[in-house]
């Protein structure tokens, strides 16, 4: 089965607001177990896979820093909400049967491991799905740009960025029906244009290493195993 795929190892990066569903802020167990029923079936075909989880369904960093908080405070902030949403997201998997570790850029022993580049690297040879948690571990960068290093770090082959809409667009599409969807797009093209896939620094990490981005829908079952094997059901950022 192993030999259709066209990524071996993923990176799957998640937003913290995916994770509320229709609520208005917190965890949907519901979408947790949606989550890891997709995250287990990726994981049954021989898929290498770490996930990174944003906070914007608990605090973000720079909300907080522009309501007055000082920045490096609330980013750390952010940064410990991803550590309760990777928890969360480890207790799904569990409870569906994929063996899951937590990895912490910010040590905290009790809860999780720390992160440790080759540790990691063991897990994923293992079959163990790898949550890293606490972004990169500083304030000032975002979990998109958490997720493109911990990509390079662990020689993944794609990084997913699982979203609510299909693809990335020329402008929004819930507010502009007539807005285009890109089915290719260069690295280039995404910063020239200003499109808002992820922010400017993960694009150009991947950029320098040209690891491809493909962005799409997460709400539609089987589209990251379809994605695992090749297929393009999103918009595909490459160079």
């Known amino acids: 089965m192993t030999n259709k ?49 944003g906070a914007g369904n608990i605090f973000r960093g720079v909300a907080g820093a522009s309501k007055g908080m000082d920045r490096t405070t609330a980013d750390n902030m952010g940064m410990l ?34 992160y440790i580049r080759r540790r990691a690297t063991r897990h994923l040879e293992k079959g163990r799905v790898v949550i890293f948690a606490a972004g990169t571990g500083n304030p000032y960068f975002t979990t998109d740009s958490a997720g493109v290093l911990r990509a390079l770090e662990i020689d993944a082959d794609l990084v997913i960025k699982a979203t609510k809409v299909d693809g990335v667009y020329d402008k929004d599409p819930v507010l502009y029906p007539e807005a285009i969807k890109f089915d290719r797009l260069t690295y280039d ?12 620094a993960g694009i150009s990490l991947a950029k320098e290493d040209k690891l491809p981005i493909m962005v799409l829908d997460m709400s539609v079952a089987g589209n990251i195993k379809r994605a695992a094997m090749g297929e393009n059901v999103g918009t595909l950022i490459t160079s």
């Not at 066209?6 to 509320?20: D, F, P, T, V």
């Not at 609520?23 to 021989?46: P, Q, R, S």
């Open 5 to 53: 795929l066209q990524y071996q190892r993923i990176l799957l990066k998640l937003s913290g607001e995916a994770l509320m569903g229709n609520d208005a802020y917190g965890i949907n167990t519901k979408v947790l177990e949606f989550v890891a029923d997709e995250v287990k079936e990726v994981v049954k075909t021989g898929v290498e896979l770490g996930l990174v989880i």
């Open 81 to 114: 909400a991803t550590v309760m949403n990777s928890l969360a997201m480890q207790d799904a998997l569990e409870r569906a049967g994929v063996i899951t570790r937590v990895m912490s850029a910010i040590p905290m022993q009790s809860v999780s491991e720390p």
């Open 189 to 200: 093209d995404v910063l020239q244009k200003g499109l808002r896939v992820m922010d400017a």
